[in-house]
């Protein structure tokens, strides 16, 4: 608990901390110190725009310290707003059960799974089951359960665009070709398209392939799966374009959602260079899931990524398939800016020069300047530490980091300039030559 008293003395320094109050609040939760952590929550709710996270730990605080009818009020309250909010007509089915109301909680329960099947608790239901009269099991859970459903972990993340640096071009494109369509339908349906399809992002690491996904899915409030050609490939011939299968599968079972392919090369890789057929038929299998997503689903978006798109089999990027294709360049000076701020953020810093600071970053991918915001950071624990105070980060601070970390971009960028010079018939590169045009 000694960890837990700096931490909490921490707080007492910088009360505005959401960060340091999120992490005391979930210790104290954890530890079972119910009353104290709700406190906190309740602070983090309050300040944090209604922040759900903050919410639902306020009500599994309360169902702790097993305050049922302050929950129900709560709850009730909320749902006004929240009128499919899954994890609230959950607690209020807890709640209900508690108080001995057992057809009433079990109508919230199946509410709440019916919203998200995340949220099934067979051991609750058991016991629901035994003080209703209605024997009935919900048949969608039954079927959903029953189906083969994939092990990949599907998730609901909170980040959105917000939290990405930078991007602009990258986030307004997604923006009015990805996320409009998904929020409006209707609107689509009257030309006859829909939401959905194949985008693929390409360009070199660490610079925000996997994280722009992963704020697309959270803007869209769509579930989101990563996979990458170890999660599919099995040694029993046939097993990996089934698994394959299973994961698209899914996925439009959870529709919407957004998968995410990591390397994608490694997966779609022209079929021409791939000396093993087990490779050829699980690019021919993509390139099918591929089509019927086009056909059969039409909230399933597919995001590719790579760092090669010169090794990707053409087929994938024909219309309907990865059709767009956007370039995740290393982040200009602004977005260096707003990645620095946004890695700095909620963290004790003394007046720091950002703008100075990211003119020493140039080529540095995302990924790097988080590095380097770690890397300051560490130091400047070692320093509290020995100080036995928060000592704050300084521009300086920031300026020895640099020295440790280096820019990781540098190699992908010489290779790329000589497929964007010299086999950019297509016009595939043009971004690429034009991102040589303003940074050399
Ligand atoms: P790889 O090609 O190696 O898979 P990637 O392009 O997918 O890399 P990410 O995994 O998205 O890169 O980025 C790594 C981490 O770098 C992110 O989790 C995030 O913390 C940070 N990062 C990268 N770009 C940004 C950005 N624009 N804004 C804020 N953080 C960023």
Redesign the pocket.
Known sequence: MEELDILVNALELSPENKILRNHIAKIQFDTGLYEEALENYKILYSTDGKDVQALEYMLKSLLNLEVYDEIQELVERELNQRIDWAFGFFVLAKCLYFKEEYEEAMKNYEKSVDIDSELEDIEFHKNLLQFTSSQKVKLKVLEFSEKEVCNEEFVKTQISFK?????EEVKENIQANIIFPFRNPEIFKVYGKSAGGGIL?Y????????????ATAGECNAHFVTISITDVLDMYIGESEKNLHTIFETARMKAPAVIFI??IDALGGSRQSMRSSTSRTLTNQLLMELDSTQNNNKNLLVIG???TPWSIDSALRRPGRFDRILF?PP?DID?RV??LK??MKDKPCKEIDYLFIAKSLSKY???D??GVCDVACQSCIKKAMAAGKIVPITTEDLLDAIKVIKPSTIEWLSTAKNYATYSNQSGLYDDVLNYFKINI
């Open positions: 939290d990405v640096g930078g991007m992002l360009g070199p690491p660490g610079c925000g392939k996997t994280f722009i996904s992963l990591d390397e990524a790579t760092n995740i982040p977005a707003e990645i946004l890695h991918s995302g990924a300047i988080k």
